[in-house]
T-cell receptor, first 113, second 108 residues
Framework: DTGVSQDPRHKITKRGQNVTFRCDPI?????LYWYRQTLGQGPEFLTY????????KSRLLSDRFSAERPKGSFSTLEIQRTEQGDSAMYLC???????????FGPGTRLTVL | GIQVEQSPPDLILQEGANSTLRCNFS?????LQWFHQNPWGQLINLFY???GTKQNGRLSATTVATERYSLLYISSSQTTDSGVYFC??????????FGEGTQLTVNP
């Protein structure tokens, strides 16, 4: 039984570049979530999908951020024109149903220079 | 939105000691989870406990939903228990709202 996987684990980029992260949820989990965590804080919700539908987006998700989940399987999170304030750990989670426990991947640590 | 407060923010113990971590939340919840974040940032699921009591080895948790708090007990602590412990709740929406965590340090 494989858990949630994320790729890459680390990304260093220059300000203004675009980056894309991938998340593969636990198989058969139809809900997929993205969170962001900055140093010393708890994770903060960004967005979630039920199957391929993006059902909720946080106000933290500016128009430079876009997320997709084609065919209800893996998901991608893209950040355009990265800023230094985007430096954070980006965490993906999945769950089987509403109110079921969420299981987290290892995260992608983004550093914007 | 729902507010989550964890206490204490920091806790230093000697190996073998017991501890209690607290999580208060501001509204009714459909989901409450406790996590341990390891030094590499991975969130490890400890308990899914929207109500009641559960035990897993040296760890146990109790949630009193009507009074809006949850407790995580760690007995006979070990150095490997060190790290940040998060409480996270899911209210009427689908998002988890996290507290700011308790940084636990267990010294040998």
């Amino acid at each position: 039984d494989t858990g949630v996987s994320q790729d890459p684990r680390h990304k260093i980029t220059k300000r203004g570049q675009n980056v894309t992260f991938r998340c593969d949820p636990i198989s058969e989990h139809n809900r997929l979530y993205w969170y962001r965590q900055t140093l010393g804080q708890g994770p903060e919700f960004l967005t979630y999908f039920q199957n391929e539908a993006q059902l909720e987006k946080s106000r933290l998700l500016s128009d430079r951020f876009s997320a997709e989940r084609p065919k209800g399987s893996f998901s991608t999170l893209e950040i355009q024109r990265t800023e230094q304030g985007d430096s954070a750990m980006y965490l993906c989670a999945s769950s089987l149903t509403l109110n079921a426990p969420q299981f987290f991947g290892p995260g992608t640590r983004l550093t914007v220079l | 939105g729902i507010q989550v407060e964890q206490s204490p923010p920091d806790l230093i113990l000697q190996e073998g000691a017991n501890s209690t971590l607290r999580c208060n939340f501001s509204d009714s919840v459909n989901n409450l989870q406790w996590f341990h974040q390891n030094p590499w940032g991975q969130l490890i699921n400890l308990f899914y406990i929207p109500s009641g009591t559960k035990q897993n080895g040296r760890l146990s948790a109790t949630t009193v939903a009507t009074e809006r708090y949850s407790l995580l007990y760690i007995s006979s602590s070990q150095t490997t228990d060190s790290g940040v412990y998060f409480c996270a709740v899911e209210g009427s929406g689908s998002r988890l709202t996290f507290g700011e965590g308790t940084q636990l340090t267990v010294n040998p």
